[in-house]
């Protein structure tokens, strides 16, 4: 079990717990987006998670899930990370040409 401890929340969270339930599909959006920004914050928790994923799917766990379905759990986070990323450079455009505009 490794726990995490959230600067936001103030609190320990179980990273295990947040990794089953979302690759079980069961996680809320804001499961979702913790797991997000634990993964994006070192590549050590990126390494973690594939490990704890290869360890779900290898288990069998995964079988047992009726609505587990790895391919479209990861379709669906590379999405949203998709959506982050363009929301981010977009804004950025839109402070640059206003920085541009008032030199």
Known sequence: ??????PS??????????????????????????????????????LYYVRMQDIWLISGLAANSAEFDARSGFNKWAEKLQAKKKSIANSFRKHRVFLEASL
């Open 1 to 6: 079990m490794k726990n995490f401890h959230s």
């Open 9 to 46: 929340e103030g609190k320990h969270i179980d990273i295990d717990e947040v990794i089953t339930t979302v690759l079980s599909g069961n996680a809320d959006e804001q499961e979702y987006i913790f797991l997000e920004e634990w993964l994006s914050s070192s590549m050590e928790n990126r």
